[in-house]
């Protein structure tokens, strides 16, 4: 069964840090691009940032440039989010995603693809 676990959400006060963690099962991680995606409440789904496999290249939304950082541990099947500096308005459920896709961009831009792996989310909710 193939599956994605996401991790490491939470309460944080703004300015704070949190990592969220993404484990796959059932395949291998290294061989798909690793998307993050976010959706508040009343809001459309979002991509946040997305790291392709090979060499890793990476994409992040604009609104998360310089404060978030996408990586990836291919001896734990595992990728992370590292968010930093957060502030109220990256609140939402987080969803890792898995995809055969060859550019970054492209699946950061498809928020809803049924043609992703995709986790169940967790939830960041950051707080004055």
């Known amino acids: 069964q193939l599956q994605l676990v996401e991790s490491g959400g939470g309460l944080v006060q703004p300015g704070g840090s949190l990592r969220l963690s993404c484990a796959a099962s059932g395949f291998t991680l290294a061989d798909h691009a690793i998307g993050w995606f976010r959706q508040a409440p009343g809001k459309e789904r979002e991509g946040v940032s997305c790291i392709r496999s090979g060499d890793g290249s990476t994409y992040y939304g604009d609104s998360v440039k310089g404060r978030f950082t996408i990586s990836r541990d291919n001896a734990k099947n595992t990728v992370y989010l590292q968010m930093n500096r957060l502030k109220p308005e990256d609140t939402g459920l987080y969803y890792c995603?898995?995809?055969?896709?060859?550019?970054?961009?492209?699946?950061?831009?498809?928020?809803?693809?049924?043609?992703?792996?995709w986790g169940q989310g967790t939830q960041v909710t950051v707080y004055s």
């Open positions: 995603a898995a995809a055969i896709i060859s550019t970054v961009q492209a699946m950061c831009r498809l928020p809803y693809s049924d043609r992703y792996i």
